[in-house]
């Protein structure tokens, strides 16, 4: 065989493989919202209320993490105001884009719900990352630390990022994936304060 036919060869094993990879690694996994959509999942239609999961009408799951400064925090301790949670990551573009505006929701809002960013520190080069982007761009809202990615996974994150708007008993009302702007965010504040 000539050179061509071996690297066409080689090029579609190779595509072949990638393509059964990534087939193989989305079986059976529920994926988030598609980027931009700020619908309830599960088609727009309310789930059971008291039923714990990742749905608008569902209780988000509990959990605890660490934050940047050594103190632990779960999310069952937030209850009592709305809390919007959003999942996030340094090297994520859109993530980068939408922080200035958590910033100002948090410093115009903060008193009326719980501003939490859960940064996706498993995926992170290193810690070190996440407290020096904070310092670096003036963030001052809670940011909590998911080292292992089990938060991230217990909360069906495929794309960041998501942010999950929680009423004061802890039932998500509201599910929006990518970034936000104040009328996003405004939004789901509504919906999880509930008017």
């Known amino acids: 065989m000539n050179k061509k036919v071996v690297s066409i060869t080689i090029l579609a094993v190779v595509v072949i493989c ?3 990879a990534l087939l193989w690694s989305a079986r059976g996994e529920k ?5 931009g959509a700020g619908a309830p999942r599960a088609g727009g239609e309310e789930q059971k209320s008291g039923q714990t999961g990742t749905e608008v009408g569902q209780v988000a799951p509990d959990f605890s993490l660490g934050t940047p400064e050594g103190k632990t925090v779960s999310l069952a301790s937030l209850r009592g105001k709305p809390v919007m949670l959003n999942f996030w990551a340094t090297w994520c573009p859109p993530c980068r884009e939408e922080m200035p505006a958590v910033q100002q929701f948090f410093t115009t809002r903060g008193q ?4 939490v960013a859960v940064n996706l520190t498993s995926s992170e080069r290193t810690p070190g990352e996440v407290p020096r982007f904070l310092k670096d761009g003036g963030y001052t809202f809670p940011v909590l630390l ?3 990615g089990d938060v991230a996974k217990q909360y069906l994150i495929r794309y960041i990022p998501t942010t999950f708007f929680i009423d004061a008993q802890g039932v998500i009302r509201y599910v929006h994936t990518g970034p936000m702007n104040r009328e996003i965010m405004q939004e789901g504040f509504s919906r999880a304060k509930g008017s």
């Open 18 to 20: 990638v393509i059964g």
């Open 31 to 35: 994926p988030a919202n598609t980027p």
């Open 112 to 115: 009326e719900i719980q501003v």
């Open 146 to 148: 998911d080292v292992k």
